[in-house]
């Protein structure tokens, strides 16, 4: 089974600086996508960045990009020039690259970033 | 123009009582999904429909029973409330198994 691990139950930062979310997965499929999810205090689940596993090229969305390393199964998340809007509980998630079950998201335990001025 | 909707956005209810939560989303979307998000934050899947078919039946209480009378809807239904029942219950739905999934903003249900 798959699994995804975030080792880092709390980060912090301040403002405008560059923080980086840790998480490893384990699984033995070569066909799958990486996601990193935000949760704000509203409760809301906001995809932040996604990844497929088939590309060497990092995923990059504005202040957001991600470290993949396929071999090492490892998928960061660094948030460049942070703003306290950034403050959430940010997901790691899993999901297999074919049909059936693969639409099942597989969620780490979460990290809550913090963010001080 | 919400996207992905529940009802209701809390829902407070005593042991033993049977209640549903609603999803719609209006994304022309072909698949949804319910989650559970227990208190220590973990999110974890619990079933699938692709065009009303169940794809995804994780291990859930059988007391749990989803129903999608159509595409744009997929409501889930508790039989006999538990204690543990208490959570956030997300909903969300995608173009095929394949694309980003959207949430709605969650249910949170509370069992007294």
């Known amino acids: 089974a798959q699994t995804v691990t975030q080792s880092q139950p709390e980060m912090s930062v301040q403002e405008a600086e560059t923080v980086t979310l840790s998480c490893t997965y384990d699984?033995?499929?070569?066909?799958?996508?990486l996601f990193w999810y935000k949760q704000p205090p509203s409760r809301q689940m906001i995809l932040v960045i996604r990844q497929e596993a088939y590309k060497q090229q990092n995923a990059t969305e504005n202040r957001f990009s991600v470290n993949f390393q396929k071999a090492a199964k490892s998928f960061s998340l660094k948030i460049s020039d942070s703003q306290l809007g950034d403050a959430a509980m940010y997901f790691c998630?899993?999901?297999?690259?074919?049909?059936?079950?693969?639409?099942?998201?597989?969620f780490g335990t979460g990290t809550r970033l913090q963010v001080t001025l | 123009d919400t996207a992905v909707s529940q009802t209701p956005k809390y829902l407070v209810t005593q042991m033993g009582n049977d209640k549903s939560i609603k999803c719609e989303q209006n994304l022309g979307h072909d698949t949804m999904y319910w989650y559970k998000q227990d208190s220590k934050k973990f999110l974890k899947i619990m079933f699938s429909?692709?065009?009303?078919?169940?794809?995804i039946n994780e291990t859930v209480p059988n007391r749990f029973s989803p129903k999608s009378p159509d595409k744009a809807h997929l409501n889930l239904h508790i039989n006999s409330l538990e204690l543990g029942d208490s959570a956030v219950y997300f909903c969300a739905s995608s173009l095929g198994v394949y694309n980003e999934q959207f949430f709605g903003p969650g249910t949170r249900l509370t069992v007294l």
């Open positions: 699984t033995s499929e070569s066909d799958y996508y």
């Open positions: 998630a899993y999901r297999y690259g074919a049909a059936g079950t693969a639409s099942k998201l597989t």
């Open positions: 429909y692709n065009n009303k078919e169940l794809i």
